[in-house]
């Protein structure tokens, strides 16, 4: 039975189990929901899921694994078939990276390169995840593109194709195709932002560039199109998206326009004009995103209607990925709800997280520990828990064991929160899944090594030209700006150190019922854009990098130390050991500083010792017993 407490806001009287999908999965709790604004085409949209497909197995509001939501869009999919409406499955990349689930298994990806395309995605296109290791873009290219019969879009990207050698695009440069209820003719384009970190058998060209292009000009003068569809793992306010937009509106003033984006992990919407909108979806399966128009022509049927006067109703939602919310949108019930397909699926993941040991657990933690949810500095931080605990018992290279070192890492390098509980194989991978390793410059002058730590966090123009990967983001967005033109928001990065807490005020919904924490985004449309309505979580922002002083002589950690402090005497010279990820940047840095050193200065320190394995290592050996 179904209350409806204020309109749009539904809460169900939900007694029967929901049999989440994972075994080890906690129930999802029941919280009043909005319902979807189902439109005449309807989109569901997944983003930078890094893994996570077997839902979040320690967080009730997440636990939705991907055979779950393969059912809820087999079930949206058969209401829009009874209504004569539309419904298409969107994913904008970065799919890989960020859980056991993937980067456990050898060759990573082993498992969910089968998982993953089980999902009928009719527009899908490539993250930058992907391109980070030669492997992977290869994998893409090999099995993940064929995977998707045409639907796998690059419109910017081309590779070496490992077996001629020849330089070819990843997938098709767009797709046009109809839709089969409304008979809506879509041209649809798959993007990435203006990435330069790939390996070097890929290529990315600029969208400024691409859509000064031939093929791509001559594409968007088809007038025979009812929308455009730019599916892009790009931030949706940003340089490329906006230069997307003015190079179709140059040549389709009044053509109905709709963006998905990513890379930023966070729920956002935009508006680029009446009849353009862009909306993103998260991270880590913690949504499914939820977008809808009505109003669009329909040149594709035998009587086509058309609606070029008039502006187009766009809406969105974004889902909390569970299975009460996919049971309340679909009206249906954990008898009801799953199809043969979704549950085959679930058993499939369920399958590999056993053959992968992924339960296996290392130690018990002893309290939660977050990346932005506390404040840096401070005792329920996971930076502060590094720097102070971790990192001073094992970094340590044998053949320099007494040499005092500075360990710089960068936060964005620890993707995901502890919880107090057991601290398994899998929250290993979900904290730390990168392969980096430790590099060092030995014998670097103490004086100009303490100096790096602000330069790196005040990004300093001549080391910080491009968009980068350091800093760990926060999940929340701004209050979108109306103007399409306004500063790049690459990477969510967050300058120097200060901790701005992020928090929604209450509103007149949340105060209905108790409400658990979780999302309650403010994007441009306003705060009813989230599914489930919830109490706000406080979010704090995070340095690019943060330093641990390892082997300093009679010196407290230096998050025990006050500003100014001179406590203890300063080595005259440090190991400068950093991730090898952030060398780059600590180069320019220190040549910023005035100094020659190169690449040809640094080497390997813990040869062969991963970020993953030094946190695992020391966890088993200091959080012991039983949970």
Known sequence: MIL??????????????????????????????????????????????????????????????????????????????????????????????????????????????????????????????????????????????????????????????????ERVPLGPRFRKFTTKNQGIRILAFGFLFDFTGNANNSFVE????????????????????????????????????????????????????????????????????????????????????????????????????????????????????????????????????????????????????????????????????????????????????????VFPATISDPARKDVPRLLIVNTGGIRFDIFQGPFTIDTTYSVSPFTSEFRYIKDVPYPTAKKLLAILNQEVPQIFGLPHDLAARIPVSPKSSESATSSNTHDAFHQGTNQIPLASPSSPDNEKQPLTPGYTTHDFLGSDGDDTIHTPIKFYRVPNVFESRIGFPNTAPPANLAAGSTEGEDPETVDLVYVDFIQRYVLLALKFLGTDYNEGDTEAYMEGRTMTEVISGWVERNWKGEC
């Open 206 to 389: 600029a969208v400024e560039k691409t859509v000064q292009q031939k093929w791509f000009l001559e594409a968007i003068h088809d007038r025979d199109v009812d929308l455009f569809l730019i599916a892009g793992h790009i931030p949706l306010n940003s340089p490329e998206f906006n230069a997307i937009f003015r190079a179709i509106r140059q040549v389709q003033w009044d053509t109905p326009i709709q963006f998905f984006g990513g890379h930023t992990h966070i729920r956002d919407y935009f508006k680029y004009d009446s009849k353009a909108y862009g909306l993103e979806s998260g991270r880590y399966m913690e949504t499914i995103g939820f977008m809808s128009i009505t109003g669009l022509s329909t040149g594709g049927k035998a009587n086509p209607r058309s609606t070029s006067l008039a502006a187009p109703a766009f809406a969105r939602r974004y889902i909390d990925n569970n299975l009460y919310s996919f049971h309340q949108h679909t009206s249906l019930n954990s008898s009801t709800f799953p199809t043969p397909h979704g549950r085959n699926v679930s058993a499939m993941i369920t399958s590999a997280r056993k053959s992968l040991k992924l339960d296996h657990r290392f130690g018990c933690a002893p309290t939660d520990l977050w990346t932005n949810r506390a404040p840096f500095p401070s005792e329920n931080s996971i930076f502060s828990w590094l720097q102070d605990q």
């Open 4 to 165: 409806r407490l204020i309109p749009g806001i539904l809460l169900s009287l939900y007694v029967a189990s929901t049999q989440s999908a994972q075994p080890s999965a906690p129930e999802p709790v029941s919280a009043p929901l909005r319902e979807l604004p189902w439109g005449q085409l309807n989109f569901l949209h997944t983003t930078d899921t890094h893994g996570w497909h077997a839902g979040h197995l320690q967080e009730p509001s997440y636990t939705g694994d991907w055979g779950d939501y393969i059912s809820f869009a087999e079930r949206l999919r058969e209401k829009a078939g009874s209504e004569g409406t539309d419904l298409l499955v969107i994913d904008t990349g970065d799919r890989i990276e960020g859980n056991g689930l993937y980067d456990a298994s050898d060759p990573k990806g082993k498992y969910t390169r089968d998982i993953f395309p089980e999902q009928n995605i009719d527009v899908i296109c490539i993250g930058n995840h992907e391109l980070y290791k030669k492997a992977s873009s290869e994998n893409e290219y090999l099995t993940t593109v064929p995977d998707f019969h045409g639907n796998y879009l690059a419109s910017n990207l081309d590779i070496l194709d490992p077996k001629s050698g």
